[in-house]
T-cell receptor, first 113, second 118 residues
Framework: KQEVTQIPAALSVPEGENLVLNCSFT??????LQWFRQDPGKGLTSLLL?????REQTSGRLNASLDKSSGRSTLYIAASQPGDSATYLC????????????FGTGTRLKVLA | DAGVIQSPRHEVTEMGQEVTLRCKPI?????LFWYRQTMMRGLELLIY????????DSGMPEDRFSAKMPNASFSTLKIQPSEPRDSAVYFC????????????????FGPGTRLTVL
């Protein structure tokens, strides 16, 4: 059974710092992995999606990497800003044709001004 | 595009009452998902549809929950009768199979419905 873990559960950093959020999954047979951002009381906003055949995806200050063999993905945020404060979730779509995404519990990020 | 639309945004009801949550997916998307989010269990997939057909409802907690998608632009999630433990935020999401600009299988979430059952 696929399990998705995100550590740490919470993180506080000063503005301007580069940071890495981690996502681990137990079964390497995945179809893709998606990173989301969730602001308090709001829905999820898609940040990046990495197909199983890809190693990384970039969008602006965000870079997501995928290492299927080790069951890990990282989200790198460069030059963090207070506006980056939110909860970041990763979701794995397992292989085998299902669309039954499995979500991690998220990392709550606070960027201090 | 207006994005995924959900209504109502907030619902407060009493135990035993019927609750109906509504979702309008993004036009042209082939997949529709219903999720539930709680502090204790995080985000859980309840059911998903492909081209209006339910594909996997193994996440639906009990027979009290039912979901329908009568057409490509509308879906409902119904709870009857509701119980206090159903209190959560319910999200609807949709996903295209493929699109010129958008990576296929990317999920787009609605703003959610916050349900409180007293």
């Amino acid at each position: 059974k696929q399990e998705v873990t995100q550590i740490p559960a919470a993180l506080s950093v000063p503005e301007g710092e580069n940071l890495v959020l981690n996502c681990s999954f137990t079964d390497s047979a995945i179809y893709n992995l998606q990173w989301f951002r969730q602001d308090p009381g709001k829905g999820l906003t898609s940040l990046l999606l990495i197909q199983s055949s890809q190693r990384e995806q970039t969008s602006g200050r965000l870079n997501a990497s995928l290492d299927k063999s080790s069951g890990r993905s990282t989200l790198y945020i460069a030059a963090s800003q207070p506006g980056d404060s939110a909860t970041y979730l990763c979701a794995v779509r397992p292989g085998g044709g299902t669309y039954k995404y499995i979500f991690g519990t998220g990392t709550r990020l606070k960027v201090l001004a | 595009d207006a994005g995924v639309i959900q209504s109502p945004r907030h619902e407060v009801t009493e135990m035993g009452q019927e609750v109906t949550l509504r979702c309008k997916p993004i036009s042209g998307h082939d997949y529709l998902f219903w999720y539930r989010q709680t502090m204790m269990r995080g985000l859980e997939l309840l059911i998903y549809f492909n081209n209006n057909v339910p594909i996997d409802d193994s996440g639906m907690p009990e027979d009290r929950f039912s979901a329908k998608m009568p057409n490509a632009s509308f879906s409902t999630l119904k709870i009857q009768p509701s119980e206090p433990r159903d209190s959560a935020v319910y999200f609807c999401a949709s996903s295209p199979w493929t699109s010129g600009r958008v990576t296929y299988n990317e999920q787009f979430f609605g703003p959610g419905t916050r349900l409180t059952v007293l």
